[in-house]
């Protein structure tokens, strides 16, 4: 059977299709670009006052103290952001300037109001003033022609504002795969079903979005499909003409109602692989259709949930343009001796707590496979490897963070 390194090494290493689409600057938030961003425009436009105050000349008001203010001719011409100025400063004149507005010819600094005193016609300054001070100068953010962020950066909303502040309304990202999402199983209930004996609600298609829609890529339901061949193969067909990732649940493992490997044969999907050395997961199937990807993941919440962090994810982020393909990890230690078994990799939900500077982790509690709080209460999932047996108390063991 695959290793979990082996498996994940497999999706690693295809080769994926890199859409790109041109889509409104706010909806690039998490996306990476898909080509740099040049500015067109200098970032501020013009010169301008980065303070409320008084436009004067630099010379006019060296050696100006509390003690010895500068009495200045104050111009009628008020200078309010968005206005721009009729006339030039002159040797001896103030004129009143807000945050923003453009420098009058003539200034070489801007006085803050909070140093100053107006006296009718006249304005007393009470600070000096070096050049340059409080004024915002053309270009000095950004260059007409500077290439502002580079293609394959991911857009934080910083970079939003930036490329706002140029005049990219729309932008060209790597845009995200769409996965489409079908459970399979005849005990399926919808969520708003009373349980009767027997049947569960479908929990796995909601956790699955969820996964789909934290990493940032689009998903399309294709609802609860029951055990039948027939109606699988005419549904996942259905599917695959319009996704690029096929996400199955249930019906992978060895029972006498479990036909979705034997239906995706049929339609001439190519298995890559099936059955990987882990808990909980075992039985996941891993096919390509056409430049499609199918994940079989099994029935079980917690097997689906784990699976997609360590399989599905890693693809959708490369198909994102992204680099980092796993979570962020950190390695604590464990606060108590765990049964491991030697040869199989574990993936368990742990709680993790700092003490101190050091990080430890504790069991969630019952790891079973359907144990669907086992994931809602775990902050991370820890490794234990196939080469490790028997974890013991303080063992340093990495894990994966879920809620960073
Ligand atoms: P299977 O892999 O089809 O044998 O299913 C394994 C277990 O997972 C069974 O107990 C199923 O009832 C359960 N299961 C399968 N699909 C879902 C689902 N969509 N939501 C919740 N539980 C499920
Ligand atoms: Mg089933």
Not at 197 to 217: H, I, T
Not at 236 to 244: F, G, P, R, V
Request: hydrophobic share 35%; proline share 4%.
């Amino acid at each position: 059977m695959l290793s979990v390194k082996e498996a994940q090494q497999q999706i690693l290493n295809l080769q994926v299709k890199i859409k790109t689409k041109k889509v409104p600057v706010l909806d690039t938030l998490g996306l990476v670009l898909a080509k740099d961003i040049i500015s067109d425009d200098n970032i501020p436009a013009y010169d301008n006052s980065a303070m409320d105050g008084y436009a004067v000349k630099a010379e006019d008001i060296l050696g100006a103290d509390k003690n010895y203010p500068v009495k200045l001719n104050l111009l009628k011409e008020d200078l309010p952001a968005g206005k721009v100025p009729c006339r030039s400063l002159e040797s001896g004149y103030a004129m009143s300037i807000m945050t923003g507005a453009p420098i009058p010819q003539g200034c070489s600094c801007v006085v803050m109001r909070e140093d100053t005193q107006e006296k009718g016609h006249f304005v007393l300054v009470f600070k000096e003033c070096r050049e340059g001070k409080n004024i915002r100068y053309r270009g000095e953010d950004i260059k007409k022609g500077d290439k502002v962020l580079k293609r394959g950066k991911v857009i934080y909303p910083g970079d939003i504002g930036v490329m706002a502040s140029i005049g990219k309304s729309e932008v060209l990202v790597i845009y995200p795969p769409l996965l489409g999402i079908m459970t399979t199983g005849n005990e399926l209930l919808e969520i708003d079903s009373e349980l009767t004996m027997g049947k569960v609600r479908d929990s796995n298609s909601y956790s699955l979005a969820a996964q789909v829609k934290e990493v940032g890529a689009y998903y399309k339901k294709y609802g609860i499909v029951r055990d039948e061949k027939e109606i699988l193969g005419k549904k996942i067909t259905e599917a695959l003409a319009e996704c690029d990732i096929l996400l199955l649940t249930g019906g992978v493992s060895v029972g006498n109602y479990d036909f979705v490997k034997e239906v995706l044969g049929s339609i001439g999907a190519q298995l890559l692989f099936w059955g990987v050395n882990q808990r909980p997961g075992k039985p996941l199937a891993f096919l390509t259709y056409k430049d499609k990807f199918i994940f079989g993941l099994p029935g079980n919440p917690v097997s689906v949930m784990v699976c997609f962090e360590m399989y599905v994810r890693p693809l959708i982020k490369k198909m994102m343009g992204m680099d980092k393909p796993f979570r962020n990890s950190i390695y604590a230690k464990s606060s108590y001796n765990f049964e491991h078994k030697e040869g199989r990799t574990d993936f368990v939900r742990v709680i993790i707590e700092k003490k101190g500077s050091e990080y430890f982790f504790k069991s969630t509690g019952t790891q079973g496979s359907g144990v669907l709080t086992s994931m809602s209460e775990a902050d991370g999932i820890a490794i234990f490897p196939e080469h490790k047996g028997n974890i013991k108390k303080d063992d340093d063991m990495q894990i994966y963070l879920l809620k960073e």
